[in-house]
């Protein structure tokens, strides 16, 4: 993905907004239809149908007609696409977008050009042997800087290449989507980024994620994704609470919760342009990058209340509280991105390695003992003695492909119960019978 910035006139903005608001109107319209569909029932309509009624629907309703009808169809193909992926995208069901919160829109590209097979050969349509014209966005590049973009009523629009792109090629793409949010307009063109070659050291690296140092690296080196500063926070507290006690519909509501939105949204850029930066240099550095293996849905699955130990029938106060405060430092991490992207740019060059006990295990003997992890910061082996920074020492474990043993399971497979063995932290101890034997 490559995302600039968008710098539209004000009557851009004004076409831009009312696109979003088409683009908005067509999903939700899918999502009603699809919504009402249960097992046993026709099929809910496809992307084909949709837009036959899509034509119908342009035809009677006049203000939808006077919108663009490609910028409306692209939404029911989006909405096609995320829903024909619901199952490995990770967000489910597409669900309502709303209003301020999901604006954006997709646009096809007007240009025609002749399409291509991997080998370089024009592609021809197998039925009349024709060359095959695929679409394409209209693009100018205006100097170093700024190019501009054709979009669907706004003639050109500008846009400001980030200094990554410096005297890069414009992206080539078939579609492009707008967005805007916190007062901001963005352009992305789905490009996945050219593979970086490997460096052809042999090196491996092992990455040990975790809260209070982001990414451990097997050679030592830490690594810290930025966050927000002690004076922003506090900026973000000032304004959350004076928004709160202005008047309900106040203007100073909304400009309180958007000086808000806009400080945490400032957060996000950091921390996305922090997991590029990083992800390229683990690809060129390194012949194979090992992550340990997270499931970060369940690590950040919402709290249960926890008893309170002091007073049973009670619950903890704070208990849902304080997972509600890791799970944001845990999101605020970004380890799914640096992963994701990592894998996007060194494809074939990451593995990853199961977790438990990365943390305890001793990386220079085996050794796993809880009582080696002395505090967040200190490992001593309890074993030999070795004594490391505790988050490198997991990043040695994850770089040499190992963690510990797996947990042993409660239940066995054919209803039956294994007995449990003790604490599963530690290996067989021997057994200590009443008097020593000498
Ligand atoms: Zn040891």
Redesign the pocket.
């Known amino acids: 993905m490559s995302r600039f910035r968008m710098y539209p006139t004000r009557g851009q903005e004004q076409q831009m907004l009312l696109h979003c608001a088409h683009a908005r109107y067509v999903w939700n319209l899918a999502v009603e239809q699809h919504s009402h569909w249960r097992g046993g029932r026709k099929s809910a309509p496809g992307f084909a149908e949709q837009c036959r009624q899509l034509t119908e629907a342009r035809r009677d309703n006049e203000w939808l007609g006077a919108g663009n009808a490609d910028v409306q169809q692209q939404a029911l193909k989006d909405f096609a696409k995320a829903k024909s992926a619901r199952f490995t995208s990770g967000f489910g069901e597409p669900t309502w977008r709303r209003k301020f919160r999901h604006e954006g829109f997709r646009v096809i590209g007007t240009d025609r050009v002749p399409e291509h097979n991997t080998d370089g050969s024009p592609k021809l349509n197998a039925k009349t042997g024709k060359q095959v014209m695929g679409r394409s966005v209209v693009l100018q590049k205006l100097n170093r800087r700024w190019a501009q973009v054709k979009v669907p009523g706004c003639g050109w629009v500008r846009f400001r290449l980030s200094p990554k792109g410096k005297g890069a090629e414009l992206p080539s793409a078939k579609t492009f989507r707008v967005t805007f949010r916190n007062g901001q307009w963005h352009i992305a063109f789905a490009v996945i980024p050219q593979p970086i070659d490997a460096p052809g050291t042999g090196e491996a690296i092992g990455i040990d994620r975790g809260v209070a140092v982001t990414a451990a690296l097997s050679d030592g080196r830490t690594l810290n994704c930025p966050q927000l500063t002690t004076r922003e926070r506090a900026q973000i507290r000032k304004h959350q609470r004076r928004a709160a006690r202005a008047k309900k519909g106040s203007p100073e509501k909304a400009a309180g919760y958007a000086k808000v939105a806009k400080l945490k949204a400032r957060e996000v850029n950091r921390r996305k342009d922090w997991c590029e930066k990083t992800s390229t240099m683990l690809a060129r550095t390194y012949d194979l990058v090992r992550f340990e293996k997270l499931n970060i849905k369940t690590m950040t699955a919402k709290a249960r209340a926890k008893p309170d130990p002091d007073q049973p029938g009670q619950y903890l106060k704070n208990g849902r509280a304080a997972k509600a405060g890791l799970n944001r430092a845990i999101l605020a991490q970004g380890w799914g991105l640096l992963r994701q992207r990592t894998g996007h740019k060194a494809p074939g060059r990451i593995e990853d390695v199961p977790a438990p006990y990365t943390s305890l295990r001793?990386s220079?003997?085996g050794?796993i003992d809880k009582n080696s992890r002395k505090s967040q910061a200190e490992f001593e082996?309890s074993?030999?003695g070795?004594t490391c920074n505790a988050d490198t020492n997991a990043g040695i474990n994850v770089a040499a492909g190992q963690g510990g043993v797996p947990r042993p399971r409660r239940t066995a497979g054919a209803g039956g119960a294994t007995p449990r063995k003790g604490s599963s932290v530690r290996e067989p101890q021997p057994a200590w019978v009443g008097i020593p034997l000498f």
């Open positions: 001793c220079a003997c050794w082996c074993s030999c070795f």
